[in-house]
């Protein structure tokens, strides 16, 4: 079972009151699905920031000046997740996550439930820089998300 460490430094985040409770199922099932084999206990640290903070960290992490939904920062490499008490940090933009779900008719909910999973993916080694890796990375939430009965997020988005 992975632990949550969740931290609010927007108060914007006050009006989605059951993002932890959220992001704990999202991770569970993620890892889970994905057969981990983790320490009990082995944490996971999710920030929740506004879009102004998000654009800071991404400018200062990625050189892109500009928020972005999602942003992960593995603690380990993964040949040391099995043994790691802490796999790494995950970070959302309030604003941005809203806009989204909005943009793409969808719930918050699942919305933030599909990139707490995107997230954890790259915290285990995952990534999506060319078609193959995107494919694999896709194929996974896709499938964590209907274990969660959430519909695939792709399936209007030309992929």
């Known amino acids: 079972m992975i632990t949550l460490d969740c ?3 927007s108060d914007l985040w006050a009006a989605h009151p059951e993002m932890e409770a959220i992001a704990e199922r999202a991770l569970a099932q993620a890892a889970a699905s994905c057969g ?3 320490l009990p206990g082995a944490e996971v640290a999710l920030l929740l920031v506004d879009d102004m903070r998000m654009r ?3 400018k200062q992490w990625r050189e892109k000046d500009k928020p972005t939904n999602v942003l992960s920062f593995p603690a380990v490499p993964v040949s040391k997740i099995a043994h790691a008490p802490f796999l790494g940090d995950i970070v959302l ?3 941005t996550v809203e806009r989204e779900a909005a943009d793409e008719d969808k719930t918050f909910d699942d919305h933030a439930a599909h990139l707490v999973v995107h997230g954890f993916l790259h915290l285990i080694g995952h990534d999506h820089m060319n078609d193959e890796e995107a494919e694999l990375m896709e ?3 896709t499938r964590i998300l209907a274990e969660l009965g959430i519909a695939d997020p792709y399936a209007d988005a030309g992929h």
């Open 36 to 38: 981990l084999s983790l």
């Open 7 to 9: 931290v609010s430094e």
């Open 139 to 141: 194929g996974l939430e």
């Open 93 to 95: 933009a309030c604003e």
């Open 56 to 58: 800071s960290i991404n």
